[in-house]
């Protein structure tokens, strides 16, 4: 089956009067609670919400620009939690990965566009700085965020190898450097560092001396560092994510319950990574998510590793780790998208979307009526960031002619016969 590129969408209008060239008609779309609705955008957010038909002007659609959803499920976009910008795209080269400020700006850009195409419309994106990369990958992600603004929020963590000792010296003045030239996130690995709760401390002091978050690699295997990073972490704001915690699920059940409720009491949030590992962990495995939210943890899903050595198939669809959260994990469909949207806009600091008036037009419009169908076969889709169309990924699906198809009078798309 087909599954085109992400393009950028261009929306037609059916009236040749003025229109407000910002305002956009969704029309035609089912919500998660099986209503038909139209959804009328403006100034990049969601001007209003009505029964289908209900926003045209004067029985037309006059209004501006429009979008038939007919077929489509329209849900808040999702966000992407975990990439790593500077390394995606980079497993099919030979020797090592490229740090040459153009190659990593081609690559975070292609990524990111990726990754808006799969329907996230907000990014955050760990970058190494210090040893072989300096600050020069940090620029080129930079770079990117700015040929990127229109079709993406695109937020850079910033990743010191070692903070701790006289090695670390460097790279925790480079730290600040990072912060300084546009870095919004403080994080990095605490595991690789000879002193790991050495490496915590000076990470949470830089966070906040800059007001930022903190967002760290861990495996999670050691529940005595969690206890005492939780205690660290409880009073910093605007607060502290932990991934992937993979770890966490080998550990015994109680000492595992036991460290969830430690950072559940701390406002500690856990980005897990379904699709597979990344560069910052040596070790595979997923969070326990259901033990984790039984806590009180906030739990999101991020993609992790897109096409690089850590896992040279990663797709960075959030809708992919929705569907494993669903198929493997056995969350209910509405918490697996949760943990790609609402949650994951949450753990980013951004604001609430919901499909009502008042609120942020980031939407993704899924081909299907149902959320659980929307995550199995989630092929087509039309992405909605500020206001305005920026992706579309259409897929058709043709049969060649049976007996089966006619007699039954099963739903065919296609244009035409295939022999």
């Known amino acids: 089956m087909p599954d085109s590129q992400p393009q950028p969408s ?47 002007v004067d029985g037309t659609r006059a209004c501006g620009a429009h979008v038939d959803l007919s077929g489509y499920l329209l849900l808040p976009a999702p966000a992407e939690p975990h990439a790593h910008a500077d390394t995606a795209l980079s497993g099919e080269g030979e020797g ?8 990593v700006q081609r690559r975070a850009t292609e990524a990111a566009l990726l990754q808006v195409g799969h329907g996230a419309t907000a990014l955050r994106a760990h970058v190494r700085v210090g040893d072989v990369q300096g600050l020069g990958a940090l620029a080129a992600v930079l770079q990117a965020r700015r040929a990127l603004r229109g079709l993406t929020e695109l937020a850079t963590v910033a990743m010191p190898r070692v903070l701790t000792g006289v090695a670390g010296a460097d790279s925790l003045a480079m730290l600040r450097d990072a912060v300084k030239m546009g870095a919004s996130v403080v994080g990095g690995c605490p595991d690789l560092d000879p ?27 050691d529940p005595a560092r969690l206890s ?26 109680e000492t595992a319950g036991r460290t969830a409720d430690q950072l559940a009491a701390a406002g500690v949030a856990v980005v897990c990574l379904p699709q597979g590992g ?43 780790a929705a ?6 994990h056995g969350l209910r469909p509405e918490d697996a998208y949760d943990a790609v949207s609402t949650s994951a806009r949450a753990v980013l600091g951004l604001p609430e979307v919901r499909v009502e008036a008042g609120f942020p037009a980031e939407l993704l419009a899924v081909r299907g009526d149902r959320l659980a169908g929307a995550l199995s076969l989630a092929y087509s889709r039309i992405v909605v960031h500020r206001g305005r169309v920026v992706a579309r990924t259409s897929a058709v699906r043709e049969y060649c002619n049976s007996a089966a198809t006619g007699e039954l009078g099963l739903p065919r798309q296609g244009r035409g016969e295939v022999s």
């Open 10 to 56: 261009h929306s037609s209008s059916s009236s040749s009067g003025p229109a407000d060239p910002a305002s956009l008609l969704l029309c035609g779309a089912r919500l998660t609670d099986g209503r038909t609705v139209d959804v009328r955008l403006g100034g990049g957010r969601i001007e209003a919400v009505g029964t289908a038909g209900s926003l045209a």
């Open 228 to 253: 005492r990073l939780a205690a660290m972490a409880g009073g910093l704001r605007p607060g502290v994510t932990l991934a992937p915690c993979g770890g966490l699920s080998r550990l015994p059940a």
């Open 323 to 328: 569907y494993l959260l669903a198929s493997r």
């Open 278 to 320: 990344c560069g910052g962990v040596e070790r595979r495995g997923t969070a326990p998510v259901r033990l984790l939210r039984a806590a009180g943890v906030r739990v999101t899903a991020g993609s992790g590793a897109l096409r690089d050595v850590s896992n040279p198939v990663g797709r960075g669809d959030p809708l992919e």
């Open 96 to 103: 090592p990965v490229s740090y040459d400020v153009q190659d």
């Open 195 to 221: 002193d790991p709760t050495g490496y915590v401390q000076a990470v949470l002091e830089v966070a906040s001396e800059h007001g930022c978050p903190v967002d760290l690699h861990t495996d999670a295997t």
